[in-house]
C-alpha cells in the first residue's frame, strides 16, 4: 500500500524567511497531492494541491512542486509569517482515500 | 453553508461505555471518512464511506463502527470504550476520487 514519508518533523524558521516541507511516496499509481494546514485546536484546512500532470503549482505566498519519476513533493512558504505557524501535513492519493504523512510542526520566530 | 459539523466538540466516557460522534455534511458530497489523531501524531484512517449505504474499514477500525444511511451523515460508533480510544476524531468529506478533503472541526474524546 501508499506510504507517506515527511520530512522534517519540525522546523523553525525567522520570520522573512522561507521554509520547504518535503514528502516521499511509494505507490507510482498516486496521481493527487494535497497539502493542509492545521492550527491549535483545529481541523486541518486545505492550502494547495497538486496533481500528476502539473509540476509546479502557485498560490500568493506558497507553492507546490512534484516529480512524479523521484516520487516526491514539496510545499515551500517564502516570506514566511507568525500566523504561518503551524502543523502541515501532506497527502497522497490512493484509490478512495489519502494517505497523510506524520505532519511539520513550524515555528515563524519573530 | 455549515461544511462539516462534528458534534460533541468534547466528551469523557467511562470504560465500557459506549457514544456515537456525529458527523454531518451539507455540501453534497459522497465521500465522507473518519480519523483519528493522537497526541502529537499524525492521522490515522479508521472508515470510509463513498456513498450512501457503502462503508469499508480503514487502518484502524477495531473498536468501532459506522453507518451510512444519507448522503448528508455518517456517524461513527464506540462500543465498550477504552484508553486507548483517547484521541481526537476528525470527520472529513469530499467531491469524490482525487479531490481535497473538507475537515470538521473535531471531536475531543477522553476515555477514563
Known amino acids: 500500500g501508499e506510504n507517506v514519508e515527511q520530512h522534517p518533523s519540525t522546523l523553525s524558521v525567522q520570520e522573512g524567511d522561507s521554509a520547504v516541507i518535503k514528502c516521499t511516496y511509494s505507490?507510482?499509481?498516486?496521481?493527487?497531492f494535497p497539502w493542509y494546514k492545521q492550527e491549535l485546536g483545529k481541523g486541518p484546512q486545505l492550502i494547495i494541491d497538486?496533481?500528476?500532470?502539473?509540476g509546479e503549482k502557485k498560490d500568493q505566498r506558497i507553492a507546490v512542486t512534484l516529480n512524479k519519476t523521484a516520487k516526491h513533493f514539496s510545499l515551500h512558504i517564502t516570506e514566511t509569517q507568525p500566523e504561518d505557524s503551524a502543523v502541515y501535513f501532506c497527502a497522497a492519493s490512493r484509490e478512495d482515500k489519502l494517505v497523510f504523512g506524520a505532519g511539520t510542526i513550524l515555528r515563524v520566530k519573530s | 453553508n455549515a461544511g462539516v459539523t462534528q458534534t460533541p466538540k468534547f466528551r469523557i466516557l467511562k470504560i465500557g461505555q459506549s457514544m456515537t460522534l456525529q458527523c454531518a455534511q451539507d455540501m453534497n458530497h459522497n465521500y465522507m471518512y473518519w480519523y483519528r489523531q493522537d497526541p502529537g501524531m499524525g492521522l490515522k484512517l479508521i472508515y470510509y464511506?463513498?456513498?450512501?449505504?457503502?462503508?469499508d474499514k480503514g487502518e484502524v477500525p477495531n473498536g468501532y463502527n459506522v453507518s451510512r444511511s444519507t448522503t448528508e451523515d455518517f456517524p461513527l460508533r464506540l462500543e465498550l470504550a477504552a484508553p486507548s480510544q483517547t484521541s481526537v476524531y476528525f470527520c472529513?468529506?469530499?467531491?469524490?476520487?482525487?479531490?481535497?478533503?473538507?475537515f470538521g472541526s473535531g471531536t475531543r474524546l477522553t476515555v477514563v
Open positions: 497538486i496533481r500528476s500532470n502539473v
Open positions: 464511506s463513498v456513498g450512501a449505504g457503502i462503508t
Open positions: 505507490d507510482s499509481a498516486s496521481n493527487y
Open positions: 472529513a468529506s469530499s467531491t469524490g476520487q482525487n479531490y481535497g478533503y473538507t
